[in-house]
């Protein structure tokens, strides 16, 4: 199957184009997606879907990288249209039982709940598969090889296809048109030692594309790679610096906001770029995520 025929689906997200991403992938029998996307995004998903003259039904089996409701909030719901769920092993207990999911977002997000992310339903428990490290998945005569890429999240897979890698979120936030990535880096379990353990693994399996799930398909995974790789240290020294004056959050959201903005106009990015980066990649939470770093890693 030529590479041409995987579709990027744009999930519209909150109202902004290339914020969020569903891969299409055709087979035989029907149809995989990689990633879910968020509830509050099915009418986008479906009008893509039947564009392609299918409808939710003919997803046969869905990929998801990681368990943040971007990417896997409406798993459940393509499960009750009859789609076989892919998580890896950490995230598959709360795709079951999606309580302590919801209550933590729920603690981020407040009354923004519903409006962001729309509704959570379980994946029941015969629908969900969990494949291990370096399995190969086999859906027709599509074949897909997870990679466990922790960094980003612990319960994160990449997924190799032909020669693009669906890197989630370990690959960075990177919008078409822009020579630009971010790190996404939200807590509880940003770890910057075994992200760049993952993004190593990934330049050792030599794909030529690179699809992150905000935004797109890109031809240069070899300079993606390595410019997360930058990022990545590149956010480490500041926060060494910043935190040697023992910042409260409200101080480290506020500096983290500043310097990322500063990153932008750098870049010359324009302001409703920056909004989309920003959607697809919450500054303020970022923050959150390198302060539970430090603390739990780098303070002792």
């Known amino acids: 199957m030529a590479n041409s025929d995987i579709v990027t689906i744009d999930l519209n997200f909150q109202n902004k184009t290339q914020a969020i991403a569903s ?13 879910s996307g968020p509830g509050s995004t099915l009418p986008a998903l479906e009008a893509a879907l039947a564009k392609e ?3 939710p039904r003919d997803i046969t089996h869905a990929l998801l990288t990681h368990i943040h409701l971007d990417h896997a909030g409406a798993a459940g719901w393509l499960a009750k249209q009859g789609a076989q769920i ?7 207990p709360h795709l079951i039982n999606p309580e302590k999911l919801i209550a933590s977002a729920t603690r981020i997000y407040g009354d923004k709940m519903d409006q962001l992310w729309g509704e959570i339903l379980p ?5 969900l598969t969990v494949p291990n490290d370096a399995e190969e998945i086999v859906i027709g005569t599509l074949h897909f090889l997870p990679v466990n890429t922790p960094g980003h999240a612990e319960h994160h897979y990449s997924y190799l296809f032909e020669d693009v ?16 990535l971010r790190a996404p880096m939200p807590p509880p379990e940003l770890h910057f030692g075994r992200w760049r353990e993952s993004i190593a693994r990934l330049k050792s399996l030599k794909f030529q594309r690179i699809a992150p799930t905000h935004f797109g398909i890109f031809d240069d995974a070899t300079w993606q790679l390595a410019e997360m790789d930058k990022a990545l240290t590149d956010v480490e020294k500041w926060l060494e610096i910043v935190m040697a004056r023992e910042p409260s959050i409200e101080d480290l ?35 959150d995520g390198l302060m539970r770093y430090w603390k739990k890693f780098r303070s002792g």
């Open 86 to 92: 892919y998580v890896h092993p950490n995230g598959a």
């Open 23 to 35: 891969y299409l992938i055709r087979h035989n029998d029907g149809a995989v997606l990689i990633e």
């Open 253 to 287: 959201r506020e500096s983290f906001s500043i310097w990322m903005q500063e990153q932008g106009k750098m870049k010359n990015l324009s302001e409703d770029v920056i909004r989309a980066y920003a959607l697809a990649n919450p500054v303020a939470m970022s923050a």
């Open 53 to 55: 003259h299918l409808s």
């Open 123 to 127: 994946v029941p428990e015969n629908q």
């Open 165 to 180: 890698c669906f890197c989630g979120d370990v690959g960075g936030v990177r919008i078409p048109g822009y020579v630009y």
